[in-house]
């Protein structure tokens, strides 16, 4: 059966509308993320510098002092010092070579009187005691771990301990006239003492080596025991 058309206009139905940017957004309604925009150019920040070595500032030349440079005038007060110290050494040489022999040949007749036996006697406790103990000091100079001011101190010491036999060793192997006396002086009061002294000193620096070389030996023995007792622990 045909449909009869009708004169009434068509009313359009509810149709779907698709929300447009132009529309309002309802109200209470939450606001979604900000768009960034676009960005805006500001100050250039300076990277990190290029691989390579930094110029290097040359350093300021330091002022060094001007080393010094005698003059003729120190010069001739340099030389006139040493020829001083000289001239000084050698009259004290000749006073105590003049003086010493003849000095020391008196003291040791004086001690032995004219007496045989007591002139071997003194020559021997002198030579003895007068080299042992220098050689014992000459030892303690040379051990290891030692300073060098004590090394000096027992050198000193060993100098003068020594002394008494130097002095019956410069009249007997001496040439000047003190000498001649202080043989002379030995001769009459104190026969054997020169002999004693020569045996004395061979004792006495036997003895004393004895003592160094045990000495070494024991503190090498406690070393050792030292070094076993640390692998041990």
Known sequence: MAQIPSDKPEVPGPTSHSPTPH????????????????????????GPAADGPAPTTPAA?????????PTWRDTVKRLVAVVAVVVA????????????????????????????AAGAWWGIVVGAVFTAVPV???????????????RSVFVALAVLFAVPNLLTLGIVLGTSSAAHAGERILDVDAPAF???????????????????????LYRRRGEQLKRLRAEQA
């Open 61 to 69: 030349p330091t002022p060094t002092s001007a080393r010094w440079a």
């Open 23 to 46: 529309d309002a957004e309802p109200a209470g309604a939450t606001p979604g993320p900000a768009t960034p925009g676009p960005a805006t150019p500001g100050p250039a920040t300076p």
């Open 136 to 150: 014992l000091l000459v030892g303690q100079a040379v051990l290891p771990r030692r300073s060098w001011r004590l």
């Open 194 to 216: 020169r002999g004693g002294t020569g045996w004395g000193a061979v004792i006495g620096g036997v003895v004393a080596l004895v003592i160094v070389t045990l000495g070494v």
């Open 89 to 116: 050494v050698w009259l004290v040489y000749l006073f105590l070579s003049s003086f010493l022999p003849r000095w020391w040949a008196q003291v040791i007749g004086n001690a032995v009187d004219g007496s045989f």
